[in-house]
């Protein structure tokens, strides 16, 4: 059974960094994209970042640009978010997700699948 599980999260100030982290079982990551996708209190869930099966290309949100690098090591079968300068409006469940090898272009809920459960991300002083 495909699963992923994020762990990393957690409070922090404004200003700061976390590191995400997504890892597989069941299956190994090699070919699929993997996407982080965040979801605020009321709102909808949103694509952060999306990365290919070989880490060379990626895709960011604009609101994140600069400021969230996604990386893979395929050898630990784990996908990476590092998150800096963090702002209030970061505050989000995170979550990671499966795709196929084209899903990161488009970087959208509908091309992934294999959810995660989600950790929590509140950015607050």
């Known amino acids: 059974q495909l699963q992923l599980v994020e762990s990393g999260g957690g409070l922090v100030q404004p200003g700061g960094s976390l590191r995400l982290s997504c890892a597989a079982s069941?299956?190994?990551?090699?070919?699929?994209?993997i996407g982080w996708f965040r979801q605020a209190p009321g709102k909808e869930r949103e694509g952060v970042s999306c990365?290919?099966?070989?880490?060379?290309?990626?895709n960011y949100a604009d609101s994140v640009k600069g400021r969230f690098t996604i990386s893979r090591d395929n050898a630990k079968n784990t996908v990476y978010l590092q998150m800096k300068s963090l702002k209030p409006e970061d505050t989000a469940i995170y979550y990671c997700?499966?795709?196929?090898?084209?899903?990161?272009?488009?970087?959208?809920?509908?091309?992934?699948?294999?959810w995660g459960q989600g950790t929590q991300v509140t950015v607050s002083s």
């Open positions: 069941g299956f190994t990551l090699d070919y699929y994209s």
């Open positions: 990365i290919s099966s070989s880490g060379g290309s990626t």
């Open positions: 997700a499966a795709g196929y090898s084209g899903s990161y272009q488009r970087c959208l809920l509908a091309d992934f699948g294999s």
